[in-house]
């Protein structure tokens, strides 16, 4: 067996309606996904005994025992690995940091061992079945339903998080409605970015207002990219607390990125759904 690597691209929701709720709590989904070229790496050995080292420049935080997501896919896989997560992505941020990095996980240790993935991905967190095979996707159900769109135009962005960790389970616990209406079915055909950024103004992220009463510094994100110049559309990504603008492009993508960036703000001009 040979060491293999994996990349943990950011995911983001261009569009997220919650829809219902579930008997046992969570929630149906209906988003559209795609995903940056900003990403974490997974690296995998072959061990005797499991075992983790966090490195990178957002290493700070992230848990180095069992709860990692990345511990928890490789003993959901029953590989013993010697595995190097390089966090450059913010935990607790609405893009996916712990899901993509156990989906790469599983992608490493598939490569390494030959082993196929196990079957129930959502087990592992209900963004995990999108990050398996990363690339434009509407996701449904709690995240199990997956459909990719290959033809989905890319988009020039920027990320920005404005240092403020959201709990996932208390933006959901916040929503004021669980029943909204879904995502068209089918989606229209969207031309190119800029069709889709207009399409999307008509969409929604329904995470975005409980996550925003829980974290004023969302507002400050969404106000400064929506206030960039060029910026067409800003929005928060997943449950926060990450927001994204669309830009019209890579130049403008980022000179917004220059003009946005202060202490305490994660923030990055990255490619949307070109993986
Ligand atoms: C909000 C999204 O980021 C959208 O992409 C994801 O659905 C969240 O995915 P995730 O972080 O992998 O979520 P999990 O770790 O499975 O769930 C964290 C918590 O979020 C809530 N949760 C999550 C997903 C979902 N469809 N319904 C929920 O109610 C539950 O309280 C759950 O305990
Ligand atoms: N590999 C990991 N990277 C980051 N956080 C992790 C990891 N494994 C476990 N965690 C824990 O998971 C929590 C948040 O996970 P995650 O980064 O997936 O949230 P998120 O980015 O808000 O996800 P989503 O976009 O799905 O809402 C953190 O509290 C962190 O301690």
């Known amino acids: 067996m040979t060491p293999a690597e994996a990349r943990a691209p950011a995911k983001v929701n261009l569009a997220l309606h919650v829809t219902g709720r579930r008997a046992d ?9 795609v995903f940056a070229d900003a ?4 690296l995998v050995r072959p061990a005797e005994t499991p075992s983790l080292r966090v490195t990178g420049p957002r290493a700070e935080g992230v848990p180095t025992d069992a709860s990692n997501l990345v511990m928890r896919a490789a003993a959901a896989m029953g590989v013993a690995a010697a595995i190097e997560l390089e966090k450059h992505l913010p935990a607790a941020g609405g893009i996916g940091g712990g899901s993509s990095d156990a989906a790469a996980t599983l992608r490493a240790l ?5 082993r196929a993935p196990p079957a129930d991905l959502a087990a592992l967190g209900a963004d995990v079945p ?6 434009p996707a509407r996701m449904r159900g709690i995240g199990e339903v997956v459909e990719p769109l290959a033809t989905l135009p ?8 404005p240092g403020v960790a959201v709990p996932t389970p208390q933006v959901f616990a916040r929503l004021a409605r669980r029943e909204n209406p879904p995502l068209p079915d089918p989606l229209p ?15 929604r992220n329904d995470l975005e207002p409980p996550a925003r009463a829980l974290a004023p510094g969302i507002d400050a994100a969404l106000g400064a990219l929506a206030g960039a110049p060029g910026c067409r559309l800003a929005r928060m990504s997943g449950s926060g607390a990450t927001c994204f ?6 130049a403008a993508a980022a000179r917004a990125a220059q003009a946005l960036a202060r202490p305490g703000w994660w923030v990055r001009a990255v490619r949307l759904g070109a993986q």
């Open 245 to 250: 603008g669309l830009f019209p492009d890579a």
């Open 110 to 114: 598939a490569a390494m061992t030959g």
């Open 25 to 33: 709590g969570y929630h149906t989904l209906d988003s559209l996904v």
């Open 39 to 42: 990403a974490d790496v997974v």
């Open 154 to 161: 890319a988009l020039d962005a920027v990320l920005v998080n």
């Open 189 to 203: 055909a969207l031309a190119d970015a800029l069709a889709l950024t207009d399409w999307l103004a008509a969409q």
């Open 130 to 135: 999108v990050c398996m095979a990363p690339g």
